[in-house]
């Protein structure tokens, strides 16, 4: 059974700065590749950042492009999510995602999920 473990949340004024971070179980992680979403009550879930297998590739949604920077190591089966310059609407819960099929901005492409941890932005 795979597991993925998200950490770093917290509560943060506009303008700081978190890093998330997602452990994973299992000795293929370098097989996935993982995505980042986010979701606040009453929406459906938001694509954020993927990355792919061996980190050649990263893609962001436009409303955290240049702000956030999704990075992996695969010797510590982590995938990490550095937010920068938050904003008020960046509040959600965040959850980390793996697939072993190519990356994609919609959740369902992913087969595993974590259970989320919680970033409040306050203004």
């Known amino acids: 059974q795979v597991q993925l473990v998200e950490s770093g949340g917290g509560v943060v004024q506009a303008g700081g700065s978190l890093r998330l971070s997602c452990a994973t179980s299992?000795?293929?992680?370098?097989?996935?590749?993982m995505g980042w979403f986010r979701q606040t009550p009453g929406k459906e879930r938001e694509f954020v950042a993927y990355?792919?297998?061996?980190?050649?590739?990263?893609r962001y949604a436009d409303s955290v492009q240049g702000r956030f920077a999704i990075s992996r190591d695969n010797a510590k089966n982590t995938v990490y999510l550095q937010m920068n310059s938050l904003k008020p609407e960046d509040t959600a819960s965040y959850y980390c995602?793996?697939?072993?099929?190519?990356?994609?901005?919609?959740?369902?492409?992913?087969?595993?999920w974590g259970q989320g941890t919680q970033v409040t932005v306050s203004s």
């Open positions: 299992g000795r293929t992680f370098s097989s996935w590749a």
């Open positions: 995602a793996a697939t072993y099929a190519a990356p994609s901005v919609t959740s369902p492409n992913y087969n595993y």
């Open positions: 990355i792919t297998q061996y980190g050649s590739t990263r």
